[in-house]
């Protein structure tokens, strides 16, 4: 019997709905409204006899960005299919989507390493499809046997499909996956990626490859995830159903070639996985060309356009990050992760200020903190990023310490919180008022004088008991407001260390 040392194999359907004002192939609302089911409908989204789909370019041109910025290949010819099966959720018993001829194949996406200082790593993308969304079955989940019932307003939704090779080998691997593309896709400007509402989703084909004792290696069967509504619980999920299939190869010893792929639900409040079905091939969709639909024939010089139209990528900002403002990794990286917004505000902070790595300490703290403990989003910030970027201009030009730029900041942001403005007039009204003080004579006499008044402190210091300066300090910045603690301290240090 095998030791049962195993790699893990996961690959990544990602699913992501277009931001766009209408449907896919007609004119509906694409709007989240769970409030009102089954008014965003129309005959072409309900199948009806006659209607006919016209594509939606604009969806398509998303649809072209996103695989641009993954570096997929893009065919100069694409078709549509109808894919077909029958769900409640789905009136015309088929969907349009994308087969054997999809808009784009063979791309990549490059993620952070699991193992520190590892080289990063290149996840490959199989194919980016796009396609029409089903609708949504709503469920009585009191228990109590209340109907379930369809809501149609999601039929029909440009939905963008992104399949990666099996090249994820973790559970937390897969979630920082899903966390750079969902990060990109917010930088395209593509989606907004809500996963509570459903315009973000994940399905995740999981298996285990078995290394035996002889050197060869044996596959379990495939299983498909569904229901993760987060990140987090696609890692847990993924994490749990490892360890099942761990456990029932030891105890059955099934592989992939007798037992068909499945699929299983999530079940977040027990937190387990469920079996639902099995997983129907290609063949079972009897696919063909869409009918009533023409292909879309691109030409060189339309693909480049779009490429060349492209926003800077998350990862060319992070790289810049580093190289031009001298931050961290990690710092670049939390700030990047919290979207375009905040990056944009972080930027504007830098140009007004000239100090990447102060205002990165600044927005990563102070900011970020502030905005978790309120729920407000940057635009609403009441600190905006001139206003910051004033306030840490002084900082940077060695005028204000940072105790004294929280003090101005905490000042401002009171003033906001009551209703009242704030300009960068009053940053520099209230910095000036604790501007650093530069007047070495007074500053000199005021040491002198903390000395002379505490001699026995000054035994200790000559001793080694540095922290023996501590009460002298508070003397010397009482006295002389506006001086910088640690020049205080390392003269107030020399000085006795020379009397």
């Known amino acids: 019997m095998s030791s049962l040392s195993y790699t893990v194999i996961i690959g990544l359907e990602v699913h992501t709905q277009l931001k766009t004002k209408s449907k896919l192939f007609c004119g509906c609302a694409n709007e989240f409204n769970p409030d009102h089911p089954n008014t965003q409908t129309c005959p072409v989204c309900l199948g009806l006899p006659g209607a006919l789909p016209v594509m939606n370019r604009y969806a398509f041109d998303l649809s072209l960005r996103t695989a641009l910025a993954l570096n997929c290949n893009i065919p100069h010819f694409t078709k549509w299919d109808r894919k077909q099966y029958y769900y409640p959720d789905l009136p015309k018993a088929y969907q349009i989507s994308q087969f054997d001829l999809p808009f784009s194949e063979h791309g990549w996406l490059e993620i952070a390493n699991d193992e520190e200082d590892g080289p990063v790593r290149r996840i490959n993308i199989t194919r980016a499809h796009l396609e029409e969304d089903a609708g949504k079955n709503v469920h009585d989940e009191s228990g109590r046997g209340g109907d379930s019932c369809v809501d149609l307003n999601r039929t029909g939704t440009p939905l963008l499909e992104i399949v990666s090779e099996p090249d994820l080998r973790s559970a937390s691997e897969a979630r920082r996956y899903l966390e750079d593309m969902k990060t990109l896709l917010l930088f395209l400007g593509v989606s907004d990626c809500n996963m509570q509402e459903g315009s973000l989703r994940c399905d995740a084909n999981i298996n285990l490859h078995i290394h035996n004792d002889d050197g060869s290696t044996t596959a379990t069967p495939i299983v498909e995830l569904k229901n993760m509504n987060s990140f987090r619980n696609v890692e847990m999920a993924i994490d749990y159903e490892v360890k099942r299939q761990h456990k029932e190869f030891r105890d059955t010893g ?48 339309e693909i480049e356009a779009v490429r060349q139209a492209l926003p800077e990528t998350p990862a060319v900002k992070r790289d810049r990050f580093q190289s031009e403002f001298g931050l961290t990794e990690y710092d670049a990286t939390v700030i990047i992760d919290q979207g375009p917004e905040v990056t944009a505000y972080f930027e504007a902070v830098v140009s007004a200020c000239g100090d990447g790595k102060t205002a990165a300490n600044w927005v990563t703290q102070d900011v970020l903190r502030d905005l978790n403990a309120s729920d407000a989003g940057i635009e609403d910030f009441p600190i905006t990023s001139d206003i910051l970027g004033t306030l840490l201009k002084w900082i940077a030009d060695d005028r204000l310490t940072n105790k004294s730029a929280r003090e101005v900041y905490a000042l401002l942001k009171r003033t906001a919180e009551s209703g009242g403005a704030i300009s960068e007039t009053d940053v520099e009204t209230l910095a000036a008022e604790r501007e650093i003080v530069r007047d070495t004579g007074a500053l000199q006499a005021a040491i002198a004088a903390a000395i002379a008044s505490r001699p026995e402190a000054v035994v200790d210091v000559k001793a080694g008991k540095l922290q023996a300066v501590g009460p002298m300090m508070g003397m010397v910045m009482k006295q002389v407001g506006g001086a910088d603690p640690k020049e205080v301290r390392e003269v107030l240090i020399r000085m006795i260390q020379e009397s």
């Open 254 to 301: 099934r592989t992939i070639d007798d037992a068909p792929k499945v699929t299983r639900g999530w079940d977040a409040a027990r937190n387990v996985t469920f079996a639902q079905r099995e997983k129907e091939d290609s063949s079972d969709y009897r696919y063909f060309p869409d009918p009533d639909l023409v292909p879309v024939v691109l030409t060189e010089s």
